[in-house]
């Protein structure tokens, strides 16, 4: 059973305090972009990230085709080595896509998978348990659920997490519900669970929050600019919360103006400013405007001053 230190303070195998949802680099005409996408895992882990994300939703994971997502993968892993962890999104709104995807990842060398809510057909929870179920099932990396019910229409009950928890490899959920409740009644349920139950904040604007519920970490997106101050806040948020607190202030408004547009739009043009590997985003999104691109560095500016 985990006690109160363990559940603040210890990921599961294979995963990560700080997790960053890397965005995915492309070319100037739309391609790929391999060395870029090394370049920037590179980055991160400099800045604190001991987990990095390809192939989620702020990797444009729609628009990723055929051998992209696993050239990305690749090139990660060859930039980073063993120095951090890498997890794949490997979610579909189709159970039979979800397996093919993580058993390839679990082939390509990922150390854990993120699956997402199928979305869009909007299974009920009967349907749910089955589809993650059956994904855990065909690999033995360790598999975080993501519940993003803004995104997928649906919600991941109470219930249907304590029950997924019971799942050897099912590790925990990335969080972006901003139902502190709900992820309190989770981690109450689920304390007893071999191996315990984690939860990541999937917003950064409650992060702080996430962790005084019993949070183990985060997925950030903000961590591309801010990840030193993340990863400290996630350090010292048990033994002085206070400086956590001025630590997640501080970054709110880096939080907010990431999200100002369509994301990763203000993330990539932030990233482009700063001369780090972005490109354009592809359709249907739109490249963020200046404006959007402004905001994201006014915000940034402070934080970059004081270090």
Not at 268 to 282: C, D, F, I, S, Y
Request: hydrophobic share 45%; net charge negative.
């Amino acid at each position: 059973m985990m006690t109160d230190a363990t559940l603040w303070t210890t990921p599961p195998p294979g995963v990560g305090r700080l997790v960053t949802a890397m965005a995915t680099p492309f070319t100037d005409d739309g391609y790929l972009d391999t060395v870029g996408a090394a370049r920037l895992a590179e980055h991160l882990v400099a800045s604190g990230t001991d987990t990095v994300l390809v192939h989620g939703t702020t990797g444009e994971s729609p628009t990723l085709h055929g051998e992209e997502p696993w050239e990305l993968l690749r090139a990660v892993r060859d930039a980073v080595g063993d120095r951090v962890k890498i997890m794949m999104g490997t979610g579909s709104n189709d159970t039979r896509t979800a397996i093919i995807s993580t058993e390839r990842a679990t082939e390509e060398g990922a150390d854990a998978v993120l699956v997402v809510t199928p979305y869009y057909n909007r299974p009920g929870q009967s349907g749910l348990l089955e589809h993650f179920r059956t994904v855990a099932g065909v690999t033995e990396l360790p598999m975080v659920l993501y519940d993003i019910p803004s995104r997928t229409g649906r919600a991941i009950d109470v219930t249907t997490l304590v029950a997924l928890a019971e799942v050897q490899n099912i590790v925990g959920v990335k969080d972006a519900t901003g139902d502190l409740g709900k992820a309190a009644d989770v981690l109450a349920a689920t304390r007893g669970v071999p191996g315990g139950f984690a939860y990541w904040s999937g917003a950064d604007e409650v992060n702080l929050a996430l962790l005084a519920t019993g949070g183990v970490g985060v997925v950030s997106v903000a961590a591309h600019l801010v990840g030193p101050e993340i990863a400290e806040m996630i350090e010292v948020f048990a033994t002085d919360p206070a400086r956590a607190r001025d630590l997640q202030l501080m970054c709110m408004p880096v939080h907010r103006a990431l999200f100002a547009e369509s994301s990763p739009a203000p993330l990539k043009g932030a990233l482009h400013a700063k001369g780090l590997p972005a490109g354009p985003v592809r359709a249907p999104l739109a490249n963020a405007t200046p404006e959007a691109v402004a905001a994201v560095m006014a915000a940034l500016a402070p934080i970059e001053a004081a270090r």
